[in-house]
């Protein structure tokens, strides 16, 4: 019930939400308290976060320009043949449909979660890396009991997270993932912490970390080597800004194409002044227009101008949250594990990501990628600011669907505004189109909607359509609002 708020979170669990919010209440601004939330994200939502993922954050502190830190994964400076090195196939069964990834020790790429964290802490923190760093390692000692929608998704990646005997020892029970309520310890990653917080992000990038993933992959047919950790830098820009009816978008920039998605789908779209059967229509004409280019940053640039884009249609482990603080500085953090590599490391059970083996962000089949380059996404943070200095503070999972939910669930908003109800826009149903399909949820009628291709109609929200996690500030005003296809969860802080 939204009345005088002083800070809100919206995030993929409980406990990564309660932990930004304790953050602030003990003084700590929007970006501490989202490197609290993330290091809690490695226990608390391990299927998609941990020191061997990858993402990206768009900050907006009141009164400066929004900022952008890609700490996205980067490609092995070295590559051999594919008969050289491991990758370990894997079918994923989702009920309505299958996929195959690939995990295994050449799937990974260099890590950048530590090194966002980091970067975070050192343009905008200001609290200490121990005390932001202590509530999850806490967690990490004690256990936390996986609640279903983790255990869901940890059940679909079973053959991933159960790979090797180090897997299963934290996630395994009688050959299988754990269920919901029974818990799962990472003591061994607590003790990384504890030592990280000392040592800072050296102790990953230029010492025990990487020397360690030197040795694995170079015994063990993997790529990485202790120079690529070495050379690892986050990427910090002005992002991508642009107006969109009387409104200054923040988001990340080229050569990733969420962001680019994200403007030409709202830059084409016609009227907001429309009922949303008439919005929805319009955004399948366009959504179908926008999936039948190839996905080449040239194309992007010129979509800007045509209103033509690319669709990878791979699903994928991401999660996003939003916060705004009291002082109304904003943080958009999205990251992912891609679906893991099965690596889990000795001495600090570390998983190391399967960037490498994700087919959506290669340019062609597998072992494609270009060595020392950084791997695409279409993760998109995004904030929103009004003239009036209103804020919108959002983002999503679901890979190459999140531009498209996003851009839908910013219509919606700005259809309503200023009477904004969030989670009513959270409740609507959605549409996603790929050049030959175009998929409804129910009860919307998608045999009214005009399309030439095959429909599939949902028999109601699925977490295929995304997960938004929204926070909004209108005046003094905090709203929050996390969406259900994926479980979210919301924190709020009265004055």
């Known amino acids: 019930m939204p009345s005088d708020r002083s800070a809100v979170v919206s995030g993929g669990h409980d406990l990564t939400c309660q932990t930004a919010l304790e953050v602030m209440k003990a003084g700590g601004n929007a970006v501490d308290a989202s490197i609290a939330a993330l290091a809690m994200m490695f226990i608390a939502e391990p299927a998609m976060a941990s020191p061997g993922a990858g993402g990206f954050a768009s900050v907006k502190f009141a009164g400066q320009k929004a900022r952008s830190f890609d700490f996205f994964c980067q490609t092995p400076m070295e590559k051999r043949p594919i008969e050289q090195v491991h990758y370990e196939e ?14 295994g020790n050449a799937s990974t790429a260099v890590p950048g979660t530590i090194a966002g964290m980091y970067a975070l802490q050192e343009e905008f923190g200001t609290m200490g890396m121990k005390e932001l760093f202590e509530p999850a390692i806490l967690k990490m000692k004690e256990g936390v009991a996986l609640n279903q929608f983790q255990q869901y998704d940890l059940s679909l ?11 299963q020892a934290i ?10 309520g029974e818990t799962i310890k990472m003591p061994e990653l607590a003790d990384f912490m ?14 025990e970390i990487a020397a360690l993933v030197d040795q694995i992959h170079k015994e063990q047919g993997g790529l990485l080597s202790r120079k690529d950790f070495e050379d690892y830098k ?7 800004t642009f107006h969109f009816r009387q409104t200054q978008i923040s988001t990340v920039g080229a050569p990733f194409l969420g962001g680019m998605i994200l403007e030409t789908i709202l830059s084409h779209f016609k009227s907001l002044d429309t009922q949303r059967e008439k919005r929805i229509h319009d955004l399948a004409n366009l959504f179908h227009k926008v999936a039948k280019i190839q996905k080449e940053e040239a194309s992007l640039m010129n979509a800007l101008k045509t209103g033509r884009l690319p669709l990878p249609n791979k699903r994928g482990a991401t999660s996003h949250f939003s916060i705004i603080d009291p002082s109304g500085n904003a943080v958009s953090l999205t990251i992912s594990l891609g679906e893991g590599s099965g690596l889990f490391l000795p001495g600090s059970q570390i998983h190391l990501n399967n960037m490498l083996g994700e087919l959506a962000l290669l340019p062609g089949d597998l072992h494609s990628w270009v060595p020392g380059r950084r791997l695409n996404s279409m993760m998109t943070p ?22 498209y939910v996003l851009s839908s669930f910013i219509i919606d908003f700005l259809s309503s505004y200023p009477k904004v109800n969030l989670d009513a826009i959270n409740k609507f149903p959605r549409i996603h189109a790929t050049p030959h399909t175009l998929h409804a949820e129910y009860p919307l009628d998608i045999q009214s909607i005009p399309f030439e291709g095959e429909k ?10 995304g997960g938004v996690n929204a926070v909004y500030k209108t005046g003094d005003r905090y709203f929050a609002s996390a969406d259900q296809r994926r479980e979210g969860h919301i924190a709020i802080m009265n004055h």
């Open 194 to 207: 504890e030592i990280l917080a000392i040592e800072g992000p050296d102790l990953f990038y230029q010492g």
């Open 171 to 180: 996630f395994g029970k009688e050959g299988r993932i754990k269920s919901v």
């Open 382 to 403: 995004v904030i929103l600011e009004m003239k009036n200095g209103d804020l919108l503070v959002l983002g999503t999972g679901g890979a190459g669907r999140i531009p």
């Open 157 to 167: 990646l079973e053959k991933i997270f159960l790979l090797h005997e180090r897997g």
């Open 90 to 103: 894997v079918i994923v069964d989702f009920g309505d449909d299958q996929e195959t990834f690939y995990a």
């Open 456 to 465: 599939k109609q949902w028999k109601g929200h699925s977490l295929f359509f």
């Open 234 to 240: 986050v990427e910090r820009s002005a992002g991508r």
